[in-house]
C-alpha cells in the first residue's frame, strides 16, 4: 500500500494523468491495483497515436526487501518518469508509466495467496486497459511504439564464473542466442551485462534504439546482450518448436503478457539475469535481497540503464529538443489566474470557473475547472508549436462521481487557444470533448480573465460568455465579432526550447 501511494502521489507532482487500474484476484480480500500514469503527447487519444511504454513491478515476494528484485526496476522507472516530465517540449506521442502489481505468483494452496501465476497484474493491464484503450482510440495494436519491461537490473558482478548460463552448450546451440552465449563464455561467464530479451525481428525497432543509446552512454565496462526468440506468435507456435524449453526458461516476467496478449504488440525485457548471477543465486526471493546488495558500481550500472532507457523512450515518442518553454505565452498566464464563463447544459446551467492552481518553468499546467456542484483537476501543457493547451483530468478514476472507468473518463479532455485581450485580459477557447456533451460529443468553450489582470480570484468579467454545443453557428459567430473588436494579434515568439538534460 505505501508503495503504491507512493508512485501514485509521486507521478501527480509530475502533473502526469494518473489511475490506480483496480482487478480482482484469486484472494477475496486483496485486489490487485496497478499504478498508471500517462504522460500525453501531442497526438494522444487520436489515431495518429503511437503510445511507448515503460515498466516495472513494484510488488516483492512475502517478507523479502525485494531491493534487486524490483527495488531496482521500480527505482530505474520513477527517475525516468522524472526525467520525461521534466521536458519542457510537448513530445507527439504518449508516454505511458505502468508500476505493475503481482508480477510475483505463490502456488494457489499457499494461504492467502491472491496470484497463481507469473504476471497477474500486467496481463489485466493488457488485456483490459491497453487492448480496449488502443481501440477506442483508433490505434492498430502494431503502431503500437512498444513496450519497456525491467525487472532486477541493478546487479551487476564483473568477477570470473559469477555468470551461470543454463543448459550451457545447448543454450549457445539455440537460434538467436549463440551470439551473446560466445561472448559470455569467451568473457569468462562474468556477470558484467544487461540482458535484453525480444523477438527477432519483430521487437527490434525498440531492441535497436535501447542498444543505439546505451552505446551512446560513458562506463563502457558495463555490456549489453542481446537473447532474440525467432519467433512472433509466442501463444501458437512456441509450444511447437524444437527449441521451446530453451526459450521457455528465458520468457518469465511481464513483458510475456504483451507477447500473449497480442503479437503485433512489440515489447523488450531488461533484466540482470535475476537468480543467474553472484549472489542473487541464494538471495533471488529471499531475505538477503536487501540494501547490503546495493554498491556504488552497482548504483552506476543502474544509472546507465536508466539513463538509456530514458533517452530511447524520448526517441520512440518524437520528442524534441528545445529551450524556453514559456517564452511564447503571456506573462499574465501564471498560477492564480482566474477566469469566468458559463456552461449552457441542461444539467450544468451554472458559471463556471477557471483557476490556474500551478504553472511551472517547464509548462506544466494544473487548474482547476468548477461550479458550484462539480470541481474537476485538470493537468496539461501548452503544444510548443501551436500554443494549443491541452488539459486532461488528472485523476481520471476520481473526477466524476460514480464514472470510474479510466477508458471513459481519459477521453475527456479541454483543448484551446490562449490569446490577449486588448485590456490585458486573457482568452482561453476551444473544445471539451467526453462526457459533457450529447453522446460524450463535444462542446465548445471561451473563458475571460478578470479585468486588469487580477489573479485573486474576486474579479468578475462583464462579458458573458456563452457555451454551445460544437459546430453551433452562434458561438462561432460570437467568437468572431469578440475577436474583432477586442482582440489583438497574438506575437508567436520562437517555439518553446531548452536543451534536454544530459541523461536524455
Known amino acids: 500500500m505505501a ?22 484476484t ?16 501531442r497526438y494522444t487519444g487520436t489515431a495518429a497515436d503511437r503510445p511507448v511504454l515503460l515498466s516495472a513491478h513494484y510488488d516483492t515476494m512475502r517478507d523479502t526487501p525485494g531491493v534487486d528484485d524490483n527495488g531496482s526496476g521500480l527505482a530505474a522507472l520513477l527517475e525516468s518518469a522524472r526525467l520525461i516530465t521534466s521536458q519542457p517540449c510537448l513530445q507527439d506521442y504518449s508516454v505511458v508509466f505502468t508500476a ?30 491497453l487492448l480496449p484503450y488502443l481501440t477506442q482510440t483508433g490505434v492498430s495494436p502494431a503502431d503500437f511504439r512498444g513496450a519497456v519491461v525491467m525487472d532486477t537490473i541493478m546487479n551487476y558482478n564483473n568477477s570470473q564464473g559469477a555468470q551461470v548460463i543454463p543448459g550451457d552448450e545447448v543454450f549457445g546451440a539455440t537460434p538467436g542466442l549463440g551470439d551473446a552465449y560466445a561472448s559470455i563464455s569467451s568473457g569468462g561467464f562474468r556477470g558484467n551485462f544487461l540482458a535484453t530479451i525480444s523477438r527477432d525481428p519483430y521487437d527490434s525497432p525498440v531492441l535497436d534504439a535501447f542498444n543505439r543509446r546505451w552505446a551512446g552512454l560513458s562506463n563502457q565496462q558495463y555490456k549489453t546482450q542481446s537473447l532474440k526468440i525467432p519467433i512472433k506468435d509466442i501463444v501458437r507456435d ?17 513483458f510475456y503478457n504483451f507477447w500473449a496478449g497480442n503479437a ?45 532507457v530514458t533517452a530511447t523512450l524520448w526517441e520512440l515518442a518524437n520528442g524534441a529538443t528545445c529551450t524556453d518553454p514559456t517564452s511564447a505565452v503571456s506573462k499574465d498566464f501564471k498560477t492564480g489566474l482566474h477566469m469566468t464563463g458559463n456552461l449552457v447544459l441542461p444539467y450544468a446551467p451554472s458559471d463556471f470557473r ?36 491541452t ?18 473518463t481519459m477521453a475527456w479532455v479541454m ?5 490577449t485581450a486588448a485590456k490585458g485580459n486573457l482568452f482561453y477557447t476551444g473544445e471539451v470533448q467526453g462526457l459533457f456533451g450529447p453522446q460524450g460529443g463535444a462542446v465548445s468553450f471561451a473563458f475571460l480573465s478578470s479585468s486588469g489582470n487580477d489573479t485573486s480570484g474576486q474579479g468578475v468579467s462583464t462579458l458573458s460568455i456563452i457555451f454551445f454545443v460544437s459546430s453551433g453557428i452562434l458561438f462561432v459567430l460570437a467568437v468572431a465579432l469578440y475577436a474583432s473588436t477586442i482582440c489583438k494579434a497574438r506575437s508567436l515568439d520562437e517555439p518553446f526550447s531548452r536543451e534536454q538534460s544530459g541523461a536524455c
Open 3 to 24: 508503495a503504491r501511494d507512493f508512485i501514485y502521489d509521486t507521478w501527480q507532482v509530475y502533473g502526469m494523468q494518473v489511475f490506480l487500474h483496480n482487478f480482482l
Open 26 to 41: 484469486a484472494n477475496s480480500q486483496y485486489t490487485g491495483a496497478n499504478v498508471v500514469g500517462l504522460w500525453p503527447g
Open 100 to 129: 505493475f502489481d503481482l508480477e510475483e505468483w505463490e502456488q494457489a494452496t499457499n494461504p492467502g495467496s491472491a496470484c497463481s501465476s507469473l504476471g497477474c497484474g500486467s496481463k489485466e493491464f493488457v488485456n483490459n486497459i
Open 238 to 254: 512456441l509450444p511447437g518448436n524444437p527449441y521451446a524449453q530453451v526459450y521457455q526458461a528465458l520468457i518469465r516476467g511481464d
Open 264 to 308: 503485433n504488440l512489440t515489447a523488450v525485457f531488461l533484466t540482470d539475469t535475476g537468480d543467474l548471477r553472484g549472489g542473487m543465486q541464494g538471495c533471488y526471493h529471499h531475505g538477503c535481497d536487501d540494501l547490503s546488495r546495493v554498491t556504488p558500481e552497482r548504483l552506476t550500472f543502474l544509472q546507465k540503464t536508466t539513463n538509456a
Open 354 to 389: 477557471f483557476t490556474v492552481t500551478s504553472y511551472s518553468t517547464t509548462g506544466v499546467v494544473m487548474a482547476t475547472f468548477s461550479n458550484d456542484t462539480l470541481s474537476l483537476q485538470l493537468t496539461g501543457r501548452f503544444d510548443d508549436k501551436t500554443l494549443q493547451l
Open 391 to 408: 488539459l486532461r483530468l488528472s485523476e481520471p478514476t476520481k473526477a466524476f462521481p460514480g464514472q470510474i472507468d479510466p477508458l471513459q
Open 415 to 419: 483543448s484551446g487557444q490562449v490569446m
